[in-house]
C-alpha cells in the first residue's frame, strides 16, 4: 500500500505526500488579507458617506463583518467570503436600509465603488517565487482559486512573480459556483488532468475547507495567517500550519 491508497496522519506523512495539485486561495493565504480589504472598507464607507450625507460606516463595518477598532475582518462574514458583485448588493442594501431610496442608494454605490489596487496593496504572507518554484521542482501543479475577480487577481500573481509558476486560475466571475460549492477546485483539476483525490486545498477560513471537502480533495490544509484561528479550522482541516511557507520541503 502507498501513501497515495491510505488515508493522511499528519504525525507521521509529509504534508504534501501522495499530492500532485496544490490549490490556494488567495486573500489570507497567499497575501495578506487585510492589507487589502481593510483600507478598501474603510475608504468605501467614507465615500458613501460623503455621497449620501448618512452616517453609513458602523453600518457597513456590521454588515460586512468588520472591526474598525482592530481593523481586522471576521471569521465567515461577508467581506471575507463573497465575491464583489455579491458585495455591492450587500453595500447597496445598507444604504438603503439607512434611509435612501434604491435609485439613490444604487447611484451612491456606483460612485463610490472602485477596486482595491491588486499590485500595491498585495503583502504576500511567504516567499511566494520560492516556495512555488519548489513545488513545481518535486513534479506539482498549482493552481489559485479565489473569491476575488479573475482579472484583479492576475495582476496581483504577475505582481507578486509568480504569475507563470500557477498552472491554472479559477476566479469569481468565471462562471462556477462560490466556495463553498466544489467547483473551483472540480474545475482546476479536470483542467490539469489530476485526480481530486491527488489534489490539496489550502486556505485559511471554513469555506476554504468545506470547497475541498466537498471536492473530495486528498488533502485539506488550514493557514492561520488569514481571517481564521487555529479552533475555527482543525476540525475541518486534514492538517493546519501557520503560513503556506510551511508547505516548502
Known amino acids: 500500500m502507498t501513501a497515495r491508497d491510505r488515508a493522511f496522519d499528519p504525525t507521521k506523512d509529509g504534508l504534501l505526500d501522495g499530492i500532485d495539485l496544490v490549490v490556494f486561495d488567495k486573500d489570507g493565504t497567499l497575501i495578506d488579507f487585510d492589507a487589502m480589504w481593510s483600507p478598501w472598507v474603510v475608504e468605501l464607507a467614507a465615500r458613501l458617506e460623503s455621497a449620501t450625507g448618512r452616517p453609513i460606516a458602523d453600518r457597513l463595518f456590521g454588515e460586512l463583518g468588520f472591526d474598525p477598532a482592530t481593523s481586522r475582518t471576521m471569521p465567515g462574514s461577508p467581506l471575507a467570503v463573497l465575491p464583489m458583485a455579491i458585495l455591492w448588493d450587500a453595500v447597496a442594501d445598507v444604504v438603503v436600509r439607512a434611509g435612501a431610496t434604491e435609485a439613490a442608494a444604487t447611484a451612491a454605490v456606483d460612485g463610490a465603488w472602485f477596486v482595491p489596487d491588486p499590485v500595491t496593496t498585495a503583502r504576500p504572507l511567504a516567499?511566494?517565487?520560492?516556495?512555488?518554484?519548489?513545488?513545481?521542482?518535486?513534479?506539482?501543479?498549482?493552481?489559485?482559486?479565489?473569491s476575488d475577480d479573475h482579472e484583479p487577481t492576475a495582476r496581483t500573481l504577475e505582481g507578486l512573480g509568480i504569475a507563470d509558476l500557477v498552472d491554472i486560475l479559477v476566479g469569481a466571475d468565471?462562471?462556477?459556483?462560490?466556495?463553498?460549492?466544489p467547483d473551483m477546485v472540480l474545475r482546476a483539476a479536470a483542467a490539469l488532468g489530476v485526480p481530486p483525490s491527488r489534489t490539496a486545498v489550502v486556505g485559511d477560513?471554513?469555506?476554504?475547507?468545506?470547497?475541498?471537502?466537498?471536492?473530495?480533495?486528498?488533502?485539506?490544509?488550514?493557514?492561520?495567517?488569514?481571517?481564521?484561528a487555529r479552533e475555527d479550522l482543525e476540525p475541518f482541516a486534514d492538517a493546519v500550519v501557520d503560513s503556506v511557507a510551511d508547505l516548502a520541503g
Open 127 to 146: 516567499d511566494l517565487p520560492r516556495l512555488f518554484a519548489a513545488l513545481r521542482a518535486e513534479g506539482r501543479r498549482i493552481a489559485v482559486t479565489t
Open 205 to 228: 477560513s471554513l469555506a476554504d475547507l468545506e470547497m475541498g471537502r466537498a471536492a473530495g480533495a486528498g488533502r485539506v490544509i488550514g493557514v492561520l495567517s488569514g481571517v481564521s
Open 174 to 181: 468565471d462562471g462556477v459556483a462560490r466556495k463553498p460549492a
